[in-house]
């Protein structure tokens, strides 16, 4: 793994940065050619050649999500769900894929609607037991797909059990880290193989660049094949979008403890509120995954979600009565975004009617209190 000797705060900053070698500048500039000139005996001096391939602020992007995760090498996409695709195209049809039933409505949908008619088989399960993972994994199994915290129930799985799981059936691991983000959570430190980030999210920061990453523990014929997915397949991102992304990064640490303080001053108001049934936000003690996220993880992230008495006609009230939240689907921006989160994933959610998903921001937490209060005063 590329082991830094330094803390992350500073990674954040310095990781995949530096002088340009041409001029200096301590912004990188964005390389936009498509095509790299060869040297005269048709080799490619500066090691770049097409940038479906291969482009400099690319390789700066994905140098600087490899440290920050601890990881061999880091792939960058152009969504998170492309890079979701690309481990799944990696596998072979007939292989089966265990995922955690309360992932991300897209990475759900993309395995049922689009990989299954592939013949990828693919099971979901309750991640958070592990007698149930160990049972579901057949002589097929070839991948375990976790996400914790989880999307939008914010359930928390033992990375540390599911990797001891995984290699005992010789079975690769994912951990999409997308909620948690390496400043609060490093599934490599757990045994995990591969990390998944939505680098839209947190890593952005600021809800104006879409980007994927995986980021893996180790180089070996999997990567490679990633590797050859990412740059055949195409679904890469623009060197603008990589400057973006690297640009966030900077402030990854700063952003994420921020809004994590927030979102808990927030969770503990909600768990107090006569209008609110459930709080899910593994920083209140009363969550079942209290103990272990606080194990796992060095902070609880700033997504939370809550259900309301009177079911989906006031989760609906309280989103549409916000003033300072903006209603959008969405998480990871400076700014608090708040959704009625099934009527967003459609017909075949599984997430209850009258929850509500927040994504907190940087605003003050005393502001952001006052308006869902207000919001929820006519319950």
């Given at each position: 793994?590329?082991?830094?000797?330094?803390?992350?705060?500073?990674?954040?900053v310095h990781a995949g940065h530096g002088p340009d070698?041409?001029?200096?500048?301590?912004?990188?500039?964005?390389?936009?050619?498509?095509?790299?000139?060869?040297?005269?005996?048709?080799?490619?001096?500066?090691?770049?050649?097409?940038?479906?391939?291969?482009?400099?602020?690319?390789?700066?992007?994905?140098?600087?999500?490899?440290?920050?995760?601890?990881?061999?090498?880091?792939?960058?996409?152009?969504?998170?769900?492309?890079?979701?695709?690309?481990?799944?195209?990696?596998?072979?049809?007939?292989?089966?894929?265990?995922?955690?039933?309360?992932?991300?409505?897209?990475?759900?949908?993309?395995?049922?609607?689009?990989?299954?008619?592939?013949?990828?088989?693919?099971?979901?399960?309750?991640?958070?037991?592990?007698?149930?993972?160990?049972?579901?994994?057949?002589?097929?199994?070839?991948?375990?797909?976790?996400?914790?915290?989880?999307?939008?129930?914010?359930?928390?799985?033992?990375?540390?059990?599911?990797?001891?799981?995984?290699?005992?059936?010789?079975?690769?691991?994912?951990?999409?880290?997308?909620?948690?983000?390496?400043?609060?959570?490093?599934?490599?430190?757990?045994?995990?193989?591969?990390?998944?980030?939505?680098?839209?999210?947190?890593?952005?920061?600021?809800?104006?660049?879409?980007?994927?990453?995986?980021?893996?523990?180790?180089?070996?014929?999997?990567?490679?094949?990633?590797?050859?997915?990412?740059?055949?397949?195409?679904?890469?991102?623009?060197?603008?979008?990589?400057?973006?992304?690297?640009?966030?990064?900077?402030?990854?640490?700063?952003?994420?403890?921020?809004?994590?303080?927030?979102?808990?001053?927030?969770?503990?108001?909600?768990?107090?509120?006569?209008?609110?049934?459930?709080?899910?936000?593994?920083?209140?003690?009363?969550?079942?995954?209290?103990?272990?996220?606080?194990?796992?993880?060095?902070?609880?992230?700033?997504?939370?979600?809550?259900?309301?008495?009177?079911?989906?006609?006031?989760?609906?009230?309280?989103?549409?009565?916000?003033?300072?939240?903006?209603?959008?689907?969405?998480?990871?921006?400076?700014?608090?975004?708040?959704?009625?989160?099934?009527?967003?994933?459609?017909?075949?959610?599984?997430?209850?009617?009258?929850?509500?998903?927040?994504?907190?921001?940087?605003?003050?937490?005393?502001?952001?209190?006052?308006?869902?209060?207000?919001?929820?005063?006519?319950?």
């Amino acid at each position: 793994m590329k082991k830094s000797d330094h803390h992350i705060e500073t990674d954040c900053v310095h990781a995949g940065h530096g002088p340009d070698a041409a001029t200096a500048a301590v912004s990188p500039p964005i390389y936009l050619s498509t095509t790299f000139e060869r040297g005269p005996d048709g080799s490619y001096p500066k090691g770049f050649s097409y940038a479906r391939v291969a482009n400099p602020n690319r390789a700066q992007l994905e140098s600087c999500l490899a440290v920050l995760e601890g990881g061999r090498e880091a792939l960058a996409f152009s969504s998170g769900v492309a890079a979701a695709m690309a481990v799944f195209q990696a596998l072979k049809p007939g292989d089966q894929v265990l995922c955690t039933e309360d992932a991300y409505h897209g990475i759900r949908r993309l395995l049922r609607e689009v990989l299954q008619p592939w013949r990828l088989q693919v099971r979901f399960v309750d991640s958070t037991d592990p007698a149930a993972v160990r049972k579901a994994i057949t002589p097929t199994t070839r991948l375990l797909w976790v996400e914790t915290p989880s999307n939008p129930l914010l359930r928390i799985t033992d990375l540390a059990a599911m990797a001891e799981i995984a290699q005992h059936a010789q079975v690769l691991t994912v951990c999409d880290n997308t909620f948690a983000t390496p400043v609060l959570q490093r599934p490599f430190d757990f045994g995990m193989d591969l990390v998944m980030h939505s680098a839209t999210k947190y890593l952005g920061g600021h809800s104006d660049v879409m980007g994927g990453v995986i980021v893996a523990r180790e180089s070996n014929a999997f990567t490679e094949r990633l590797r050859l997915l990412q740059s055949e397949a195409g679904a890469v991102p623009s060197p603008f979008d990589c400057w973006l992304i690297l640009r966030g990064a900077a402030t990854l640490h700063l952003r994420i403890r921020a809004q994590s303080h927030n979102a808990a001053r927030i969770a503990e108001f909600l768990a107090r509120h006569k209008a609110v049934e459930q709080v899910f936000y593994p920083g209140l003690a009363i969550h079942p995954g209290h103990a272990l996220a606080a194990r796992q993880m060095r902070g609880f992230g700033a997504v939370l979600s809550f259900t309301l008495r009177g079911g989906q006609a006031a989760a609906m009230r309280c989103v549409a009565g916000v003033k300072l939240f903006t209603r959008a689907t969405s998480l990871g921006g400076v700014e608090s975004l708040i959704e009625h989160r099934a009527s967003m994933e459609g017909p075949d959610t599984s997430t209850p009617d009258n929850l509500v998903r927040a994504s907190v921001g940087v605003e003050h937490a005393d502001d952001l209190i006052a308006d869902l209060d207000q919001a929820m005063a006519s319950q």
